[in-house]
């Protein structure tokens, strides 16, 4: 199994490219159930994610090449041989679940194993249904599978969300853009992840109002053409990074990306004293002497991503006094605190908030990366830490994070891929 050696110390200092957004990247490729044509998409990170994505869509039936190099996909919907999304592939990404909105519009039926992933939260499907059950669809849940139905088609309708959940309105995009008539997505997620989804269905012929506001309309399409997208910069990816300068007291731009993509994280990075320069097309945070102490608190969009919670607690270990944060999205989401007390940081959770007692002397252990954001936040302490850091079972760091080692190499990081031995 392979781990990363990281011997920290080094500051980080340059710029470095930030990848095509994963979580914009995967609800798009499952997208391209939505039409017998083919689709291209390109800015496509290569990542486990990816991957596996690419497995769900090739059992259903979908012809995929993945150009890594390049960086673009091409995928042929012509043929859905099968509606079902096995349990293999699913189990091991929960994003999958968003072949259910997709393959109800354009096949009437979809079976798919009821989704795994990070450990981080119960995240119950129950909004999903509940929106693809107002355009119509049925649903039962039977030996680990959830098997919808739709035998008269999708009907337009009003989907009013109880929480302003990202994959649900999703699903509920996708699934709208092939139903018949108006659809309305009430209490809509608002992130850039959602209007990328918006824009990316706009090129297949959709047709949707309101994408980034709480409210969207989709005027359903009979067919709709093949797509011709590029996906969105990383937003989590650039803040990690930025995270990363600032930990080892250094500076780090983060090129391909506008600073609206990183909203509430910058604002919490000129909080803790960091100097942020804007530019049209990339961020640079630099390190100004000291570090303070921050309270935050995670929301949906636009408030700050529960993506940076774990990186952003690593920050607030080297901040000069105490800083508070609470998860209100995942209610288990705080697992790499233990570990990070392993590197020396002095860290208490009550119930949803974790108390972070700065700054501390990190010091080299191996420690156990246990989610993916977890995984890039003992990276981040790792970089600071004095002697030698292990991070085993990154796996978890490869479904999100492209070639990170190599990137943080670039900024003068002394960090090398090996395996456990």
């Given at each position: 199994?392979?781990?990363l ?15 095509g ?5 995967l ?7 939505l ?6 998409i ?5 990542l486990a ?5 690419l497995?769900?869509l090739e059992?259903?039936g ?6 890594e190099?390049?960086h ?8 859905i ?5 096995p349990?293999?592939?699913v189990?091991?990404m ?18 798919v194993?009821l989704?795994?992933?990070?450990a ?5 499907v129950?909004f999903?249904l ?6 119509g ?9 959830i098997?919808g139905?739709?035998k008269?088609?999708?009907?337009g309708g ?6 302003p959940s990202v ?8 699934a ?8 309305i997505?009430?209490?809509?997620a608002r992130?850039?992840?959602?209007i ?15 994408a ?13 053409r ?7 910069p990383d937003?989590?990816e650039?803040?990690t990074?930025l995270?990363?300068?600032?930990i080892t007291?250094?500076?780090v731009?983060?090129?391909?990306i ?10 919490t ?14 961020v640079r945070?630099?390190f100004s002497?000291s570090?303070e102490?921050v ?5 949906p969009f636009?408030g700050?991503?529960?993506d940076?919670q774990?990186?952003?607690m690593?920050l607030a270990?080297r901040?000069n ?10 209610e288990?989401?705080f697992?790499?605190v233990p570990?990070l007390?392993?590197l ?10 974790a108390v ?10 191996t420690?156990m990366a ?10 981040l ?11 085993r ?10 070639r990170i080692?190599e990137k ?8 090398q891929?090996d395996?456990d031995?």
């Amino acid at each position: 199994m392979e781990k990363l050696r990281i011997m920290g110390g080094s500051r980080l200092e340059g710029s470095v490219g930030i990848s095509g957004a994963k979580n914009a990247a995967l609800p798009i490729l499952f997208a391209t159930l939505l039409s017998t044509e083919k689709s291209t998409i390109r800015n496509v990170p290569a990542l486990a994610d990816i991957r596996t994505t690419l497995k769900v869509l090739e059992a259903l039936g979908v012809r995929t090449s993945f150009d890594e190099n390049s960086h673009t996909i091409l995928a042929d919907g012509t043929l859905i041989e099968s509606i079902e999304a096995p349990y293999d592939l699913v189990r091991t990404m929960r994003a999958s679940v968003l072949t259910l909105g997709p393959l109800l519009a354009r096949k009437g039926e979809a079976k798919v194993s009821l989704p795994g992933g990070c450990a981080i939260g119960a995240r119950p499907v129950d909004f999903h249904l509940s929106a693809l059950e107002a355009l119509g669809a049925s649903f039962s849940i039977e030996n680990g599978y959830i098997h919808g139905t739709a035998k008269q088609g999708l009907r337009g309708g009003i989907m009013k969300l109880p929480f302003p959940s990202v994959g649900a309105t999703e699903n509920a995009l996708m699934a709208a853009a092939l139903a018949e008539g108006t659809s309305i997505i009430e209490n809509a997620a608002r992130e850039p992840e959602i209007i990328d989804l918006s824009e990316a269905l706009r090129t297949m012929g959709a047709e949707i109002e309101g994408a980034g506001d709480s409210s969207i309309a989709i005027r359903g399409k009979a067919s709709l053409r093949g797509m011709n997208h590029t996906v969105a910069p990383d937003r989590v990816e650039a803040a990690t990074f930025l995270c990363a300068g600032l930990i080892t007291g250094g500076s780090v731009e983060t090129k391909g990306i506008a600073p609206g993509f990183l909203g509430s994280a910058l604002d919490t990075l000129e909080k803790m004293g960091a100097r942020i320069e804007r530019m049209p097309h990339s961020v640079r945070a630099s390190f100004s002497g000291s570090l303070e102490p921050v309270s935050l608190e995670t929301a949906p969009f636009p408030g700050f991503p529960t993506d940076m919670q774990a990186q952003f607690m690593a920050l607030a270990v080297r901040a000069n006094g105490q800083s508070t944060i609470k998860e209100s999205i995942f209610e288990n989401r705080f697992m790499h605190v233990p570990e990070l007390c392993r590197l020396g940081a002095k860290i208490r959770v009550q119930g949803s908030v974790a108390v972070v007692d700065g700054p501390c002397a990190l010091t080299g252990a191996t420690v156990m990366a246990t989610d993916l954001r977890a995984s890039a936040s003992l990276i981040l302490a790792g970089l600071a830490a004095k002697g030698e850091t292990n991070v085993r079972r990154i796996y978890h760091l490869d479904r999100g994070y492209e070639r990170i080692e190599e990137k943080l190499q670039s900024l003068g990081a002394n960090i090398q891929r090996d395996f456990d031995k």
